[in-house]
């Protein structure tokens, strides 16, 4: 198979999923109204002190970013399965692997990049200082498509259940959690002035490991679901 054959596969897979997402404009728009929503809460709950308000504002941007992912994570393979095209794409001849990562790639730019772009926003509801903005923005870039790929496996290991939208939010929310550990001290430490590469970097590691392994995993666990 040539490489040019294959470009042109991925990017005929990642073209038909951010169309049909575009097509259902509204299941895009709701994550962000859902992080909108949340975070808008926080300063009501906990009042308008901003020392408060700074020192949690980072956790709280990425649990919300985390949760409101999970509301469209159930959704990634859904449509394939029901309308047999993942059955089709089985059998192609290009590699199952690679075009389902093309199909979480889509699924990243029409979830969590929405979040990412309004992120600071969200934070500067919370009063973050301006100066570790851009620290927030990279754990993000590195940890929400970390998550996708974990959930990807996961709702590969779910695809033939249904309702398993709970069952997939138990599974994931344990293996999100160093993630979200990570994020958040990058945060924390920028904000004390202290140095933030590190957590930066062990995201990083991670989301290579990620890229590497969680499409195989991913390939593997959609045919034993659709054979079962």
Known sequence: ????????????????DLTLAWR??????MPVLYALIVVTLFPFALGPEDALLQRIAGGVVLLTMLLAMLLALD???????EDGSLELLMLS????????????????????????????????MLHLPPSVMPVLVYALLLAT????????????????????????????????VPVV???????????????WLAPIAWLGAALVMALVLAPLACAAALRIALDA
């Open 93 to 124: 001849p290009q590699p199952l692997a690679l075009m389902l990562g093309m199909k979480i790639l889509a699924h990243w730019i029409t979830t969590a990049l929405p979040l990412i772009v309004i992120a600071p926003l969200l934070a500067g």
């Open 1 to 16: 198979m040539s490489h040019a054959t294959l470009a042109s596969a991925c990017a005929a897979v990642l073209r038909r």
């Open 181 to 195: 550990i990570f994020a958040a001290g990058a945060v924390a430490a920028a904000q004390q002035g202290l140095p």
């Open 145 to 176: 498509p970390l998550l996708s790929l974990l959930g990807a496996v996961l709702v590969a290991l779910t695809a033939g259940s249904r309702r398993s939208g709970m069952l997939l939010a138990l599974m994931l929310l344990p293996l999100c």
């Open 75 to 81: 959704a990634m393979f859904r449509s394939d399965i």
């Open 24 to 29: 259902r404009r509204g299941d895009i728009t």
